[in-house]
C-alpha cells in the first residue's frame, strides 16, 4: 500500500522529536519506539483528514495512547536494591544527579508528568499544553505546580539534583 502524500517527509523530520516525548512519557526507550510507531501508524490512517501542522495531530495521539497503556499497565512491586553512599564526587556524578532526578519524575502521577515533559522538556507553552491534552490552561498551571511540589518535597533530591 502506497504512503499518503508528504507523509514519509514528516516521520523523516518529525520522528526525533516525537520519539523523545514518548521516551519522556515512557521512561523506556523499547515502550517509546512502540507508542511512537503506534502513533503513526494511527496519522497514517487519518492523513488525509490532517489539517495544517500534523505533528501537534501525531504529539496527542501519543499522549493519548500512553495515557491508555498506563491505565493498562500493571503496577505491582518493583525489587530494587539500595545504592551504596559515594564517597566524593565522581566523574558520574552529574548522571547520578539526572538519574536520581528522571526518578522522582517517574513517581510523579501520569498526569503531572505528562504536563512537565510537555512543558519543560519539549518547551511548550501553558496554552500548547493544555490544547494537546484537551484541558484548561489553568490545569495546567495547577498540575505543574503540583508536581514541582511534590520533586521539591522528595527526599532523594535537592533544588540542585544532589541526592540527600
Known amino acids: 500500500m502506497r504512503s499518503p502524500e508528504g507523509f514519509e517527509e514528516f516521520v523523516a523530520t518529525a520522528s526525533p ?40 495531530y501525531v504529539r496527542r495521539i501519543i499522549v493519548n495512547s500512553h495515557a491508555t497503556w498506563w491505565r493498562r499497565r500493571w503496577r505491582g512491586e518493583e525489587p530494587t536494591a539500595d545504592l551504596p553512599e559515594r564517597p566524593g564526587e565522581s566523574p558520574q556524578s552529574a548522571v547520578d544527579e539526572r538519574e536520581w532526578l528522571w526518578q522522582a519524575l517517574g ?56 541526592r540527600r
Open 17 to 56: 522529536r516525537l520519539l523523545r516525548t514518548a521516551f519522556l512519557l515512557t521512561r523506556d526507550a523499547g515502550h517509546a519506539e512502540d507508542l511512537l510507531q503506534t502513533a503513526l501508524a494511527r496519522a497514517w490512517r487519518a492523513w488525509n483528514r490532517i489539517d495544517g501542522d500534523p505533528e501537534p
Open 107 to 162: 513517581r510523579l502521577p501520569r498526569r503531572q508528568r505528562t504536563v512537565l515533559v510537555l512543558r519543560f522538556y519539549e518547551d511548550l507553552t501553558e496554552a500548547q499544553v493544555a490544547g494537546l491534552l484537551g484541558c484548561s490552561v489553568g490545569t495546567v498551571k495547577s498540575q505543574a505546580s503540583k508536581a514541582l511540589a511534590k520533586l521539591r518535597l522528595d527526599d532523594t533530591i535537592t533544588f540542585e539534583g544532589v
